[in-house]
């Protein structure tokens, strides 16, 4: 083909694919431009995940009546007129493309008035050119709506979720603005069903409590001191989790940089590094930090969807950042319950147990000793060899003796393992072993953890959780898996839910709750096993089809080959 341009039209839905990927970052960019716009009130409405419509309506400034359509002219914008305005300036927008963007691939209505104004200006635009413009009685304020989003555009259509998952999405967006702006009174309907209502109180805590739990936001620590500062002009403040709160992942760790939501790997590592020694490994805190800096200091103009942004002196905000959670940490946190040595004084490797309480007489142990040792069949199964216990190390290796030299086998890791595929066949012939609890219990939600509830409840029947939804932000659990039923059936679910709303992967939901069902159900590391019990899980470890990994990939076992002991003490 000989180069040609595109034409126009085809220019702009590419040019718009960069700002809107999905119903989610529709609704990002009318809720920037509310808040731009001074908004104390800013009500988002979406249905079918936002693919049928979107709605953000607020009560700030407006735009004049014939200002409208200049809105829809590609990188026009009220907030800068040079780039050296970029520098000084604290909008969220600046590039004058969302809405033109938004109008390129929906079909978009805008209702506005100032209030010098009369009666408000509205207009419909279809293709990003205004087709229908006229005058409407409107309060103060903007609405905006968008419907039939792609419909222009089927290769992107094709690229989105279900409608839950966007609304998951959309949730966990809005959720985000809501602890940035404390101040602004934010509601979501998610068709129809208020999903999150903050009261604009301007208490950061309270909107914790709302899209985390009151649980977890009563326990957060607050970070910095008023009018405290950082080095280079910046301030940290915001809110981190004592260590007996934490999570399975990062996705609790929010940063806020001059109110704007970003990700940053380097404030990451920051907030890991001022926990250190102080989680469980794999384990990550909640920390919603909001950090402020001179706004010359950052280039908030390098990504398309503005969500990273590149700081001038990296080193200064990394020490500003860690620094604040480590002093918040070693100031305010409380004093373990539980017969474990304050922070400073645990042994290196103490922290392991310390998020993992070890349950001592739990029905783990004897999770481990069921069934009975069975006797070695001939020809043992593939994949291990037979073993021999000899005893336990550290209680928490098995020590043992196959044909070929020594096993240390994690007692952990190769519960885990057993558990694992345990669960995931009781699953697939329906067959789960469940546990009615004689009360039921029940359990804070995280927002988002009450949004996978409500699309994962099947999912969770399958492997028998009798869950259902209890008022707000919270659960009741009748029924558990019953290899969950020695404990941490709180902990377990929490996690199962927020593994379901990570992005698909390779690893199958199934999977994921198996996992998670097995990590807690396991025995843990430094619980003492009888010789018995040491046996019976070897056993079913051999049985196991993949009995040398842990369902996460680790090993569950290291093998001094007779040959290497030969080597080591100079036999050969
Ligand atoms: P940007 O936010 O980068 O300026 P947009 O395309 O999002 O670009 O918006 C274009 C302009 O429309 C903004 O600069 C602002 O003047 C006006 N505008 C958009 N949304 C609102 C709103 N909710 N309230 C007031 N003005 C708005
Ligand atoms: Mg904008």
């Not at 963007?101 to 279809?126: D, F, K, P, Y």
């Not at 010789?531 to 196991?544: D, F, P």
Request: hydrophobic fraction near 40%.
């Amino acid at each position: 083909m000989p180069i040609r341009p595109l034409a126009p039209d085809v220019v702009s839905k590419i040019a718009a694919g960069e700002v809107v990927e999905r119903p989610a970052s529709v609704v990002k960019e009318l809720v920037e431009n509310s808040l731009d716009a001074g908004a104390s009130q800013v009500n988002i409405e979406v249905k079918a995940g936002g693919m049928s419509s979107i709605r953000v309506w607020d009560n700030g400034v407006g735009m004049p009546g014939d200002e409208v359509d200049l809105a829809f002219q590609r990188h026009a914008t009220s907030k800068i007129a040079s780039l050296a305005d970029l520098d000084s300036s604290t909008s969220l927008g600046f590039r004058g493309e969302a809405l033109p963007s938004i109008a390129h691939v929906a079909e978009v209505e805008l209702v506005t008035r100032t209030r010098e104004e009369m009666s408000g200006t509205c207009v419909r635009v279809r293709d990003g050119t205004v087709v229908e413009r006229g005058t409407r009685a409107h309060p103060e304020g903007t609405a905006v709506t968008v419907r039939h989003l792609f419909r222009n555009v089927p290769a992107r259509l094709k690229y989105l979720k279900s409608p839950s998952a966007e609304a998951g999405q959309i949730t966990a967006l809005v959720s985000h603005y809501a602890l940035a702006f404390p101040e602004v009174r934010f509601s979501l309907v998610v068709d129809g069903r208020r999903a999150l209502q903050t009261s604009g109180n301007g208490k950061l805590r309270d909107v914790l409590a709302e899209v985390y739990g009151v649980q977890v936001a009563q326990a957060m620590l607050e970070v910095g001191r008023p009018g405290e500062e950082g080095g280079g002009g910046s301030a940290v403040s915001g809110y981190v989790s004592p260590s007996s709160v934490t999570r399975a992942n990062r996705s609790y760790i929010t940063f806020f940089v001059n109110r704007r939501w970003i990700q940053s790997r380097m404030m990451t590592r920051a907030v890991e590094k001022a926990y250190e020694g102080l989680l469980a490994v794999g384990r990550y805190p909640v920390a919603v930090i909001s950090l402020s800096l001179p706004p010359q200091t950052i280039d908030v103009n390098v990504h398309p969807a503005k969500r990273e942004i590149r700081f001038a002196q990296e080193s200064i905000v990394f020490n500003s950042v860690y620094g604040a959670v480590r002093r918040t940490l070693m100031e305010k946190m409380p004093v373990p319950e539980i017969g474990t040595a304050p922070p400073s004084q645990r042994p290196v490797a103490g922290p392991h147990f310390v998020a993992a309480p070890i349950n001592v007489a739990s029905t783990g142990m004897e999770q481990a000793a069921a069934p009975p040792p069975v006797p070695l069949e001939p020809g043992s199964p593939p994949g291990l060899p037979p073993l021999r216990v000899l005893g336990q190390s550290g209680n928490t290796y098995i020590v043992a003796e196959g044909p070929d030299g020594l096993y240390l086998i994690d007692q952990h890791a190769a519960h885990e393992r057993v558990v694992f595929e345990e669960v995931l066949a009781q699953q697939a012939r329906r067959g789960v072993e469940v546990q009615s609890l004689l009360e039921p219990l029940a359990i804070d939600l995280s927002l988002g953890q009450e949004e996978s509830l409500r699309t994962g409840q099947e999912t969770l029947a399958g492997f028998g959780f009798a869950v259902e939804p209890f008022g707000d932000r919270a659960c009741l659990v009748r029924a558990v898996p019953a290899v969950l039923a020695g404990g941490g059936i709180a902990e377990a679910l929490k996690e199962i839910l927020d593994r379901l709303q990570e992005e698909p992967e390779k690893v199958r939901v199934e999977e994921k709750v198996a996992i998670t069902v097995a990590c807690h159900s396991a025995v843990r590391a430094g619980q003492r096993l009888s010789h018995e019990e040491m046996v019976g899980l070897v056993r079913q470890l051999e049985k196991a089809a993949s009995p040398r990994t842990c369902p996460h990939g680790r090993p569950t076992m290291v093998h001094l080959s007779s040959g290497q002991l030969q080597r080591e003490f100079g036999r050969t």
